[in-house]
């Protein structure tokens, strides 16, 4: 094809996308996957300062659960979803640093990733490098930003360093296991069932705890020689939360960062005077909030994948319509690793 009819393809391509209106899932009340509806609505026109990005594959995360069940409330009705990647294929005015036909990827705005296409502020982009797929990138752009501030920035996990890592074959897990073991730490590693752990243990993780079925505390003073972790990375929540902390060496951290199996509850502060203890509860968008952070967090994943020192496993792959499908394998526990959505 000369590059001449290729743009006339592509302009056809985009008078027929906006005639044509584009497909996204809203909920209007909070509950369970079957809230979640697909719509049809007038493709949106970016604003000045917004760009619109054609959306390639969709990150499904399990905070998109959290905001349709309102565990973290939001204002409905409303879209849903953090992350996504595609091109970029109209540009309001006022607009620099991002053009048509970039690239990009994004984790983090409002809410509205569930859609064939979205217009969004640019300052929540990032661009993606040649050798990155849309669907590696939608599958581990969060995660991976996430397993990043987590294992370097809230701890900066060393060579020797004993770390629990609970839920290690989720999405968020499995990325945040191979850079532990990458950095040489000495990993614990929590999952709910055989076929879980065989995945992890494929990691090259030395310790796999069945936490469905053996006492993951017991293990891991077991594993330390009673001496316990350096660090608990709990996602869990409520189900983990109190008996992480009994697992963590003297001046321990405990890393909460999700609520899976629901809130963590309320802890008393004398608590961690067992061993003085360190507790954080941390969120990405706070390691995120400036242009650098997320440069630097992004662009350390990516150029991690491109160097062949990730491998990143083949998301699940499911059409935008099968969102509440998708959705309840996720709160389900029947995924391994990272689901994606293709529009
Ligand atoms: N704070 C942050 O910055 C941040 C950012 C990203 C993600 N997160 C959190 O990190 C966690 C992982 O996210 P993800 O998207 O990658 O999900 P995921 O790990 O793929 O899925 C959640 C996993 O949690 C485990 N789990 C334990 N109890 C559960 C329960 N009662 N219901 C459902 N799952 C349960 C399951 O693994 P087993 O079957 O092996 O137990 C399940 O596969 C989530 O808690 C998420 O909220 C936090």
């Given at each position: 094809m000369r590059s001449g009819e290729g743009r006339i393809e592509l302009a056809a391509y985009r008078l027929c996308a906006s005639v044509a209106g584009v497909k996204k899932i809203v909920f209007s009340e909070v509950g369970g996957p079957e809230v979640l509806r697909l719509v049809e609505a007038e493709t949106p026109e970016p604003g000045p300062g917004e760009v619109r990005v054609r959306h390639q594959a969709i990150g499904v995360n399990f905070i998109d659960i959290y905001h349709r069940t309102g565990l973290y409330p939001v204002p409905l009705p409303a879209g849903l979803g953090l992350e996504a990647a595609g091109e970029i294929d109209a540009v309001g005015e006022g607009v620099s640093g991002f053009a048509l036909g970039d690239r990009v990827a994004y984790?983090?705005?409002?809410?509205?990733?569930?859609?064939e296409a979205r217009v969004i502020d640019p300052k929540h982009l990032v661009r993606l490098p040649a050798g990155i797929a849309s669907s590696i990138a939608a599958a581990t752009l969060l995660k991976s930003m996430t397993a990043e501030y987590l294992i370097r920035r809230t701890v900066r996990v060393e060579r020797g360093d004993w770390v629990l890592f609970h839920a290690a074959a989720g999405g968020v897990g499995l990325l945040a296991c191979e850079w532990l073991v990458k950095l040489g730490a000495r990993v614990i590693a929590t999952v709910s069932t055989e076929a879980k752990a065989e995945v992890v243990r494929s990691l090259g993780v030395e310790h796999v705890v069945l936490y469905s079925k053996e006492d993951f505390v017991a293990r891991s003073r077991e594993i330390t020689d009673g001496k316990g972790v350096r660090v608990v990375y709990d996602s869990?929540?409520?189900?983990t939360f109190e008996r992480s902390?009994?697992?963590?060496?003297?001046r321990g951290t405990l890393v909460g960062f999700g609520n899976a199996s629901g809130k963590p509850p309320m802890m008393d502060p004398?608590?961690?005077?067992k061993g003085s203890y360190f507790l954080t509860r941390a969120t990405l968008f706070h390691y995120t909030a400036t242009r650098e952070e997320l440069e630097l967090s992004s662009g350390t994943f990516f150029q991690a994948v491109l160097d062949g020192l990730v491998n990143v496993r083949a998301p699940k792959e499911l059409p935008l319509a099968q969102a509440a499908e998708a959705h309840r394998a996720l709160a389900g526990r029947e995924t391994i690793g990272s689901t994606i959505l293709v529009p």
């Open positions: 984790a983090g705005g409002p809410l509205g990733a569930y859609a869990v929540g409520l189900d902390l009994d697992c963590l060496a003297l004398m608590k961690l005077a």
